[in-house]
């Protein structure tokens, strides 16, 4: 029972100086993620490997991990290398897949691929059959990997032909008051929603798009159901929005207009 | 030899053994621990890239300031948790009892900012099953809470017998131990942090 056997000690000041390593890694981390490495998946690489080292910081020292024996070590590596393999393989997957194999909504990777895979997005987008009342777009979880669901936003030129009909579409059946309730849950992470809330930098508060002619609600109809069908690479997501749900938004919409 | 009221006392195993027995078992869960947790980790990522707009909206949610903020006080407890063992192993019984109340403190500290998280979320009608970003949110901080919780309650049992006056240079595997199992709990949050707070929206 020599106290070699019970353990080792470490000077006291050590623990210290690991605690300060942590939080200045911690603070690594918070500032590694706020920058844009152009490869998106690099920022999650980078998150997990600042979070691997202050791991094995405080397996080494807090734990005692560098006085183990194999048998230990043993046990703390194999569930490592089982993780490293399963996520690891993960993004093998998502990362180097050809871009137009995604399964995803466009607006997914629409961030990343920006120009280049911008025509490859449209060709699947635009072949669907035209139609704005698609059900089935209920909830984002069913409008992935179908595309027809993506394809109510119809093709550009015929938006025009519409002029006719313009005074119908626009004509408000939603319920404004239903809508500032929703905007208050969806919205509010990026939009200022009667005052309260977060401003995101890049969106617009609702009264600055409000005061623009241009966005009618036939538009706001558009941009709420897929953003970035309306601009192929916004940051504002499909919010998988239900049909009722953008009316009554745009009802509220247009009560801050006036 | 062997302390009263441990698990070695039935077998009276040679103290040495047993605490090195104690410490090992514990590793072992401890690695089954990262499994379960690596099963949402990689549920976390399947999700993540196959609805991603629902973690971009999700994340928008979370405030990284909170989850720093939990970040360093975990960071911190398992600082005066390694300090009780250190207190422990040098037989400086109230340097122990002090660690372990502070721990306990800290520990304390990370529930309430959790709840400043959870409860103004709940008031805005979201919840395990609102989307499949949070369900994957709160199963994730949740199991970890669940984790806060019983280390809790070991690092308090602990308390309570360091103050009998139970542990010493000689016999201090418990805390040890206790340790270990409230390391893990740290570097779990180690790794949920970044990923929901930080890097959930790209």
Known sequence: ?258 | MSAPGTFFHAHEEDPVEAYQNFKFGMWMFLATEVLLFGGLFAAYFIFKYRYHELFVKGSSHLDWRMGSLNTLVLLISSYTMAMAVDAAQRSENQKLIRNLLLTLLFAATFLVVKGFEWIPKFNHGIYPGTDIYFSIYFLTTGLHLLHVLIGMFFIGLLAVRANKGRYNSENFGGVEVGGLYWHLVDIIWIFLFPLLYLVGSV
């Open chain 1, 1 to 258: 029972m020599s106290e070699h056997k019970m353990g080792h000690l470490q000077e006291p000041s050590t623990y210290l100086r690991i605690l300060i390593y942590l939080f200045v890694l911690t603070i690594v981390t918070v500032a590694a993620s706020k920058v844009h490495f152009g490869w998106e998946f690099l920022n999650v690489i980078v998150a997990l490997v600042i979070a691997a080292f202050k791991a094995s910081l405080v397996i080494r020292f807090f734990m005692h991990g560098k006085y183990e024996n194999g048998e230990t070590w043993a046990f703390i590596v194999y569930p490592i290398v089982l993780l490293v393999t399963l996520v690891g393989f993960l993004f093998l997957d998502y990362g180097f897949r050809p871009k137009d194999k995604y399964v995803v909504t466009p607006v997914a990777f629409d961030d990343q691929a920006h120009g280049e895979h911008g025509s490859s997005h449209n060709s699947t987008e635009t072949h669907g059959e035209p139609t704005n009342d698609h059900a089935a777009a209920e909830t984002p979880a069913e409008t992935h990997g179908d595309s027809s669901d993506v394809a109510n936003a119809e093709p550009a030129g015929e938006s025009h032909a519409e002029a006719p009909a313009e005074a119908a579409a626009n004509a408000l059946p939603g319920d404004a008051a239903k809508g500032l309730e929703k905007a208050k849950i969806l919205c509010i992470a990026c939009h200022k929603v009667d005052g309260a809330g977060n401003e995101l930098p890049g969106a617009p508060p609702f009264a600055e798009t409000m005061a623009n002619p241009e966005k009618t609600p036939e538009y706001l109809r558009k941009w709420l159901k897929n953003p970035a069908e309306v601009k192929p690479g916004t940051i504002m997501p499909n919010l998988g929005l239900s049909d009722s749900d953008i009316e009554n938004l745009i009802a509220y919409l247009a009560t801050i207009k006036n």
